[in-house]
């Protein structure tokens, strides 16, 4: 779930609520191959959702020692016009 306020004194609000599934393949312990699914749907002034969002697309993880990354691909698959048609998301993680 994600909160934004921007414009002049913050008046302009949103929310939007996100979910994603993925399925990941490891070729070796340090490289992985997959897909994602992303669905997203917005709360313009937190009055009532809009119509569902989707993206779709591969992934890639790389794996090291207690750190890891994955880079994933997004095209949308809806064509909502005020969406861009594709994302690139990077995630960086490390195990403590």
Same mark, same amino acid.
């Given at each position: 779930?994600?909160?934004?306020?921007?414009?002049?004194?913050?008046?302009?609000?949103?929310?939007?609520?996100?979910?994603?599934?993925?399925?990941?393949?490891?070729?070796?312990?340090?490289?992985?191959? /997959? #897909? @994602?699914?992303?669905?997203?749907? %917005?709360? =313009?002034?937190? $009055? /009532? #959702? @809009?119509?569902?969002?989707?993206? %779709?697309? =591969?992934?890639? $993880?790389?794996?090291?020692?207690?750190?890891?990354?994955?880079?994933?691909?997004?095209?949308?698959?809806?064509?909502?016009?005020?969406?861009?048609?594709?994302?690139?998301?990077?995630?960086?993680?490390?195990?403590?």
């Amino acid at each position: 779930l994600e909160a934004e306020w921007e414009g002049d004194g913050l008046e302009e609000r949103q929310g939007e609520f996100q979910q994603s599934l993925g399925l990941s393949f490891e070729v070796n312990p340090h490289l992985l191959f /997959g #897909a @994602e699914f992303v669905h997203e749907i %917005a709360f =313009p002034e937190w $009055s /009532g #959702a @809009e119509s569902g969002k989707f993206f %779709a697309g =591969p992934n890639v $993880s790389f794996r090291r020692r207690n750190y890891w990354a994955t880079v994933t691909a997004l095209a949308q698959i809806t064509r909502a016009g005020d969406e861009p048609d594709f994302q690139i998301r990077t995630i960086f993680g490390f195990s403590f």
